[in-house]
């Protein structure tokens, strides 16, 4: 796979499990009532979280391969089988259990000061899905700059766009309203099967001839 070609599939996997259209109406729904000024305070704030914690794992997913002693190819395999459960839900016009649960939203409505951290930055859009596919498309890698630069700009790339959805959300759901989400949600949710089948194989394509 060329650079770019890599870069293209980095980027649309992590928007892919990141998924700000399909997190929007939780935001919203979060932040109801609440001034504009403390509406991108909250914004701002939970996209730095999710954007730090992705880039921290991305940076630090070999390091912990080699110190934990896991293979890249169990990486793969046990992040696929989880990518494959998001994308399931989200394929059903759901957020994943393993990204946000009912009482993460309970608590959250109790204690507003703190959604930006969680549940809207984790698990909302830092989740176990996100934090996966990052080290292992990280781990991954060779030494070519571009390549390995590749989670990154991904990173870059889905924090800038969420930040852009979720400001403008009250327009975008009043546009595409509940079926339009669910449209996109689901679409995204395809593009996450596959990723999480090609990571598998990958996987499979190393470990069969070693058996």
């Known amino acids: 796979m060329s650079e770019i070609a890599f870069l293209i599939a980095v980027v ?3 928007l892919a499990i ?8 939780f ?3 979060l932040t109801e009532g609440f001034s ?3 509406r991108q305070v909250i914004l701002r704030r939970s996209i730095i979280v999710a954007g730090a914690v992705l880039a921290l794992f991305a940076l630090a997913g070999r390091f912990l391969f080699a110190t934990f002693g896991f293979t890249l190819q169990a990486f793969e395999i046990s992040g696929g089988i989880l990518l494959f459960t998001v994308a399931y839900d989200m394929l ?12 993460d939203r309970e608590e959250a409505l109790q204690r507003r000061d703190e959604i930006a951290v969680v549940p809207l930055g984790i698990p909302l859009l830092a989740g176990p899905g996100a934090i996966s596919t990052v080290m292992i ?8 700059p571009l390549s390995v630069l590749a989670t990154f700009i991904a990173v870059g790339i889905a924090v800038v766009v969420t930040y852009f959805v979720f400001s403008y959300g009250q327009r975008i759901i009043r546009a595409l309203g509940r079926v339009g989400v669910m449209a996109v949600t689901r679409v995204l949710g395809l593009i996450l099967a596959a990723v999480a089948v090609q990571f ?9 001839p070693r058996l």
């Open 137 to 144: 498309y990280e781990g991954s890698t060779g030494s070519d």
């Open 36 to 38: 504009e000024a403390d």
């Open 92 to 103: 059903r016009g759901e957020v994943s259990r393993a990204k946000v649960n009912p009482a």
């Open 27 to 29: 935001f919203v729904a």
């Open 18 to 25: 990141v998924d700000p259209v399909g997190a929007l109406p």
């Open 200 to 208: 598998i194989l990958n996987a499979l394509v190393v470990i069969v």
């Open 12 to 14: 649309a996997s992590v």
